[in-house]
């Protein structure tokens, strides 16, 4: 059983940039692949990006590649995602999620992962 913990959501203007964490118990936290998604009212949970245990295999949704960059710290149980040039359309609830290690094809699906967190609210505004 993995629990997850975000943290670091908030009200930026476009163009900022905003840092958020997710915190899991447990003590194998490597031995899973690590993955956020964002839901904006009224649409489905969309895939932004998922590290492999050892961050070897890093993905991006095409919609975030070269602001967003995830990041992991096995030591301290927590991954990271660092948004940066944020746009009005970046805003979202921002989920934290666990799953297995193995590489696949489709790390995008939301079926790919086992735990989530409760989320956390990413305002830009214009």
């Known amino acids: 059983q993995v629990q997850l913990v975000e943290s670091g959501g908030g009200l930026v203007q476009a163009g900022g940039s905003l840092r958020l964490s997710c915190a899991a118990s447990g003590r194998t936290f490597d031995n899973y692949a690590m993955a956020w998604f964002r839901q904006a009212p009224g649409k489905e949970r969309d895939f932004v990006a998922r590290i492999s245990g050892r961050a070897s295999r890093i993905y991006y949704a095409d919609s975030v590649k070269g602001r967003f960059i995830i990041s992991r710290d096995n030591a301290k149980n927590t991954v990271f995602l660092q948004m940066n040039s944020l746009k009005p359309e970046d805003t979202a609830v921002y989920y934290c999620?666990?799953?297995?290690?193995?590489?696949?094809?489709?790390?995008?699906?939301?079926?790919?992962?086992?735990?989530w967190g409760q989320g956390t609210q990413v305002t830009v505004s214009s």
């Open positions: 999620a666990a799953g297995s290690n193995i590489r696949v094809t489709t790390y995008s699906a939301i079926t790919e992962y086992d735990y």
